[in-house]
């Protein structure tokens, strides 16, 4: 079993800042993959930004330049910085990550968080 804790979603003006926090803990073994993913209402869910053991990030297009991901390995943790936000960037986000747990690595999500840019 995996539990991810989020915190720092809330309501921002457009151009604001806000900063994301994930959590892992429970019962596994490793984690190789940590990231964020983002939804709205009717739509499907998508990749903001991943980021990998070693450090390779990956970033959604429309996100890229302002928004920052990044992990604490030590204590399972990752981080995703929001800048510059804009109106379509609200969404419910969710923490995801893939662990390895038991006998093969499996993705687990967070609750998720909400975010609203609105003025």
């Known amino acids: 079993q995996v539990h991810l804790e989020e915190s720092g979603g809330g309501l921002v003006q457009p151009g604001g800042s806000l900063r994301l926090s994930c959590a892992a803990s429970?019962?596994?073994?490793?984690?190789?993959?940590m990231g964020w993913h983002r939804q709205v209402p009717g739509k499907q869910r998508e990749l903001v930004a991943t980021?990998?053991?070693?450090?390779?990030?990956n970033y959604a297009n429309s996100v890229k330049g302002r928004f920052t991901i990044s992990a604490d390995n030590t204590k399972n943790t990752v981080t995703l910085e929001m800048n510059s936000l804009k109106p379509e960037d609200t969404a419910v986000y969710y923490c995801?990550?893939?662990?390895?747990?038991?006998?093969?690595?499996?993705?687990?999500w967070g609750q998720g968080t909400q975010v609203t840019v609105s003025s």
């Open positions: 995801n990550v893939r662990a390895f747990s038991g006998d093969d690595w499996r993705p687990h």
């Open positions: 429970g019962n596994f073994q490793a984690i190789n993959v």
């Open positions: 980021i990998t053991k070693s450090g390779t990030t």
